[in-house]
C-alpha cells in the first residue's frame, strides 16, 4: 500500500464500509422495537451518526418511533449517563404529558426555535459538536447534501445521535447519513423503508411496533 493511500485510510473523516460491517463490537443503540433491530447493523439506530427519517407530513408517527431511544438517553440508562435531548425548530410544541408516559426525562429537553432555517442548521451543528448532547432533533427544510455532511461530522465530533426530518420528495437527493428510512402507513400498522443503511442493506420492515 502506497503511503499516500495509508495515510488517506487514516483520515478519520473517510468511512470504510467493509470494517464497519465486520466490526462485531460495533454496538447500536436499541430502538426499542425488535422487528426494526433485526434490520439495523449493531442492533440498533447508529450512534454518534446522522439518522434522517423521510416522510409525507409531520405527526405520521415518527416521534413514536424514536420514544424509546430518546427516554433512555434522557435517563441514566444502560451504563450511560443521563443526556441532553435537543429539539431544533420543531413545528408543533411538543406534548410533556406525552413524553412523560414514554419514559423522556423533561429537565433533560432543550426546544430551540430559531428564526430562520439556515440558522436551524447552525444550531443543530452546534449542539452535536459540543459533546453534550445525547441526542439532536432537526425539522428543517433547507437540508441538502452538504448541510448533511457537517451533521454528520458534528455528530461524530461530539459522540451524539442526530435525527433530522424531511419530506419523502428528498428521497432522491444525496445525503451524508448513515441512516435513510423512509415512514409510510402500511395495511396493518406503520411501514418503515430502510433506503441507506451504513454497513447493512436496503428492507422494508413492516408494521415495525406490531
Known sequence: MSDALEKLLKNPCIWRGQSQAGNASWQGLASGYPKLDRHLPGGGWPQHALTEILLDHYGSGELQLLMPALACLSQSCNDREAGWIAWIAPPFQPYPPALTQWGVN???VLIVRPKQAKEALWAAEQAL??????????????????????????AEAGQSWAIAFRSLKAQSEPSAAALRIRLETGDSGTDLGILK?????PAVVRDYAG
Open 197 to 201: 443503511s451504513r454497513g447493512g442493506r
Open 129 to 154: 459538536a459540543s459533546g453534550n448532547c445525547a441526542a439532536v432533533l432537526l425539522w428543517s427544510s433547507a437540508l441538502d447534501d452538504a448541510a448533511s455532511r457537517r451533521l454528520q461530522l458534528a
Open 106 to 108: 423533561l429537565s433533560r
